[in-house]
């Protein structure tokens, strides 16, 4: 584990600084369970990807009958430029799912998967007990409706910098706390619609000053509800100390996805069987991310004491892009557990690989088409019913291969190439062992007249 550096002092509100700690990169272990690589396969590329249909057999009957189902009813096909412009009587919905596994544990696709639906209660932060927590160890997330518009969305991952541990604090109680609160103030966000797109109309990130208060009427952005997260965390008094990288994303009904993204989390969006967009981590230095922390007064003394100081991040310092999304897009948020053993095109053919063998994409001569309808993929079952989606399915497989990745220590991911570029002499090879957590989006268009539920407030 890495150990905190003082390098300046800066005030900060609340007590809280920025720390330059380096993750940790020890405890490779070997699976204990088949449950963690039982999915994947090799293809030619020599990279770990997942076979669809072998990962039908491992489902349920009644489970496994439906994705058939739907393989032998799929609906008509159209490309991109075929989709109803935005606004022509047309609005986006969003399917989302979660998925996790934590560092040294086995990974159960079953368990380890989370299904949003926007019609479903948050609960207030500070109520759960620790062992109600995901199984994601460090990295935490959360998906909320915003305010009582489920066709709005916001949704991020918060990963705990495990350098705290040095100084007895568990990592996970930043991370878990900053995402609780984050979907608080989403869900409980009624003033004003975010205005996602008229915010992009006026350029391609807002100032820094005018983000940096949560406070007022102002309309509620991805960088802003980052700040009220942290806000809510320095404030927490249960919160002595800690940190965490963030990534949050906000996604409005017409098709407008705004993302904050600060430190070595981060997203890709993958459109018609290409990587259109991804974002860049932010980093002091290697293996060093931007990061949002709690600095307990002792620590801060010490360090005015003895010299040096603490280098502060703050959500002012995210990076800021807004993107328009269409109909068949798939985006992909994930944890840097993800990004250290895959990259972006292993993820791309991954998903490409599954949206085209259960027919939400089809190759052609003319390229790659969109199922005009991907309600039959996406739909939740009733609640007391087991769930299967694409968005869970995709979901699953990317953490399946990422943990498969972690563990190989002979074929070299994004982070061991980091670390040669850095490091020339080093010996490092494999993949890098971590909690690995991922959110992804299903982006449908639908009629804008089609019934929607009332929420369930």
């Not at 199984?135 to 409706?145: I, L, P, Y």
């Not at 993204?261 to 974002?279: K, P, W």
């Not at 053919?349 to 991907?374: P, Y």
């Amino acid at each position: 584990m890495a150990s905190v550096s003082a390098l300046r002092m800066l005030s900060a509100p609340c007590h809280t600084a920025r720390l330059r700690l380096a993750r940790s990169s020890t405890l490779i272990i070997s699976p204990t369970s088949s449950s963690a690589s039982y999915l994947l396969s090799h293809h030619n590329h020599n990279r770990p990807a997942v076979d669809g249909m072998r990962y039908l057999s491992t489902l349920p009957p009644r489970v496994g009958r439906r994705v058939v189902h739907q393989l032998m009813t799929q609906a008509p096909y159209s490309t991109a430029a075929e989709q109803p412009a935005s606004g022509s009587g047309t609005k986006f919905v969003y399917n989302i799912a979660a998925s996790y596994v934590g560092k040294g544990r086995p990974f159960n696709p079953s368990t380890h998967v989370f299904h949003f639906n926007p019609y479903h209660r948050v609960s207030k932060p500070g109520k759960k007990a620790k062992s109600a927590r995901p199984e994601s160890g460090q990295d935490a997330f959360f998906v909320s409706r915003v305010g009582n518009r489920p066709g709005e969305v916001a949704l991020g991952i918060a990963d705990g910098v495990g350098g705290w541990m040095d100084s007895g604090v568990d990592p996970a109680d930043f991370s878990h706390a900053f995402c609780d609160y984050m979907a608080a103030a989403a869900y409980e966000n009624d003033k004003q619609p975010t205005k996602i797109a008229s915010a992009a109309a006026n350029g391609p990130a807002a100032p820094a000053g005018g983000e940096g208060n949560s406070g007022g009427n102002a309309p509620l952005t991805a960088r802003s509800l980052m700040q009220k997260g942290y806000e809510a965390v320095c404030h927490d008094p249960t919160i002595k100390a800690g940190g965490s990288t963030a990534v949050v994303g906000m996604l409005d009904e017409s098709g407008t996805m705004e993302v904050a993204n600060l430190g070595d989390s981060g997203f890709v969006l993958l459109r018609l069987n290409g990587v259109h967009t991804a974002s860049e981590p932010q980093t002091h230095a290697f293996n060093t991310p931007f990061q949002l922390s709690v600095v307990p007064p002792s620590m801060l003394l010490r360090a005015a004491t003895f010299g040096g100081g603490l280098l502060i991040d703050q959500p002012r310092d995210a990076d800021v892009t807004r993107h328009k999304l269409k109909h068949g897009d798939v985006v992909v948020f994930g944890s840097d557990g993800l990004w250290d053993n895959l990259f972006n095109q292993d993820i791309l053919r991954l998903v490409s690989r599954t949206m085209q063998k259960l027919g939400a994409w089809k190759g052609t001569d003319a390229g790659v088409q969109v199922a005009e309808d991907l309600t039959p993929f996406t739909k939740l079952d009733s609640d007391d019913k087991p769930i299967f989606t694409l968005q869970s399915f995709i979901a699953t497989h990317i953490v399946s291969a990422a943990k498969s990745a972690s563990m190989n220590a002979k074929l070299d991911g994004p982070f061991a190439k980091e670390v040669k570029k850095y490091y020339p002499q080093d010996a490092w090879h494999g993949g890098k062992e971590d909690d690995i957590c991922v959110v992804v989006v299903l982006v449908s268009e639908e009629p804008a007249d089609m019934a929607t539920p009332k929420p369930r407030l």
